[in-house]
């Protein structure tokens, strides 16, 4: 393999995998600069949408595809909001019109909420509690085809806890709201280097690096 598409347009994830394929001698390109749509990511596990999407790009380009799905996952909330990080806002303004909790991912039923949006209904959500620990989650998956019988499969997760005021200019998503305790910064408050090296993204894709040299699927002398 030289080349990976990678079947997401999100800005902050093409600059994280791409840092970390890069000495393997990769290139990356993201699925919207060939045109792909979006896929659909109507399953209940991160595993299921992961693989969706892979096999999407993959098929939509004739090249191998890398995709991940990821989300934040807080223990008052029962594990939520999981595989809908990405458009909790959305979801938690439909269960309320529903009047109830819903029961099946939604991931393909409409667009992603601001990040600004998403905090803002997360914070909102742990008012009162007094249990604020979180973890990222990320699996990753790489399909050398779009019909690949042996997809290779990593994960990750990072542990910390949902802070109601953000901090921090860096990262993406849910990062100027999630505390690493360890060492009292948020997750936006890391540099890149330090963010790849805990994160549950860079986990994830070191044991997906490690997979791929096992496997000797990437150029030859790569370090």
């Given amino acids: 393999m030289r080349q990976v598409v990678l079947a997401s347009g999100n800005a902050g994830k093409l600059r994280e995998f791409a840092a970390l394929l890069a000495p393997l001698g990769l290139e990356l390109l993201p699925q919207t600069a060939l045109g792909v749509p979006a896929a659909e990511e109507p399953f209940g596990t991160f595993l299921e949408n992961a693989l969706a999407k892979a096999r999407h790009a993959s098929r939509a380009t004739g090249l191998p595809a890398l995709a991940d799905d990821s ?29 109830r909790r819903a029961v099946a991912a939604p991931g393909g039923a409409g667009p992603a909420d601001t990040d600004a ?15 604020r620990r979180a973890h990222y989650y990320c699996v990753l998956v790489l399909v050398r085809s779009p019909d690949d019988p042996q997809p290779i499969v990593a994960d990750g997760s990072w542990y910390g806890e949902v802070l109601d005021a953000p901090r921090g200019a860096g990262g993406f998503g849910y990062d100027p709201h999630f505390l690493i305790p360890s060492v009292g910064l948020t997750a936006a408050e890391l540099d890149a280097e330090a963010k790849n090296r805990s994160s549950h993204r860079g986990r994830a894709m070191r044991a997906l690096v490690e997979r791929l040299r096992e496997g000797g699927l990437t150029q030859a002398g790569a370090a």
Avoid: F, H, K, T
């Fill in 71 to 99: 989300g934040i996952c807080v223990e008052a909330l029962g594990g939520r909001p999981g595989v809908w990080s990405a458009r909790w806002s959305a979801m938690r303004r439909e269960e309320a019109a529903a009047g």
């Fill in 117 to 131: 949006a998403n905090n803002a209904q997360l914070v909102a959500d742990l008012q009162g509690q007094a249990d």
